[in-house]
């Protein structure tokens, strides 16, 4: 038998898929599993949380796909394209359900805002992966980084039928290249020497 907490995803993607995200209520998602209410209610409160667990079971599916040691000839560009192309692969089945709830999100800015922590879990969970740390200002900024190359490339995945997603390969390809090109430009320019009258006083003797 099914666990509960599956039985409610997966009632939840295929409801949304069918009805849209709006339409489909708490009590659906509960017939659907063959749950009582009750009991969806303790899994899952809300649709934002039944989203944020099936994108959770999604970067379950990917990180668990990841070696265990990184490949030393791999650049963290090389293993973050590698990593979101395996997410991408294992959303391609919930295309329909995907879409439904970005034209949701995209109708009503307070879904969104409430989908955010869900998706900056998820960019965090394929830095991380990719060896890049999340921590602290410099891991903000990859996160909301590629948060937006994930917003860019999802557009594309959207309408990809090609049968290797060489479409998708190719947008976040690029996206990557150019966001890689801006973090060393923002590097060298954060690791240049002062200068001025702060470069001098650093470097006396006295200082």
Same mark, same amino acid.
């Given at each position: ?26 009590r ?7 749950? /009582? ?11 934002v949380?039944?989203? /944020? ?6 970067? /379950? ?18 293993? %973050? ?19 439904a709830? $970005? ?28 060896g ?6 410099p891991?903000?900024?990859?996160q909301? /980084?590629?948060?937006? #190359?994930d ?13 290797? %997603? ?7 390809d690029? $996206? %990557? ?8 430009t ?7 020497? #002062? ?11 006295a200082?």
């Amino acid at each position: 038998m099914k666990p509960a907490n599956e039985a409610a995803l997966d009632a939840f993607v295929a409801l949304v898929a069918d009805k849209g995200f709006s339409p489909v209520a708490l009590r659906d998602v509960a017939v659907g599993a063959d749950l /009582g209410l009750a009991d969806l209610y303790r899994l899952y409160p809300d649709k934002v949380a039944l989203v /944020g667990g099936f994108m959770a079971r999604i970067d /379950g599916e990917v990180l668990g796909r990841v070696p265990t040691e990184a490949d030393p000839e791999e650049t963290a560009r090389d293993r %973050l394209f590698d990593t979101m192309m395996q997410r991408y692969d294992a959303l391609r089945p919930h295309r329909a359900a995907l879409g439904a709830i $970005r034209r949701a999100a995209a109708r009503d800015p307070l879904l969104a805002l409430a989908l955010g922590p869900a998706l900056r879990r998820s960019m965090a969970a394929l830095l991380e992966a990719s060896g890049l740390s999340t921590d602290g200002l410099p891991g903000a900024l990859r996160q909301n /980084g590629l948060l937006a #190359i994930d917003y860019a490339v999802s557009r594309v995945f959207d309408r990809d039928e090609t049968a290797d %997603l060489s479409k998708t390969m190719a947008a976040l390809d690029s $996206r %990557l290249k150019t966001a890689e090109k801006w973090a060393q430009t923002i590097d060298k320019y954060m690791k240049a020497p #002062i200068s001025g009258s702060r470069a001098t006083q650093s470097h006396s003797p006295a200082a």
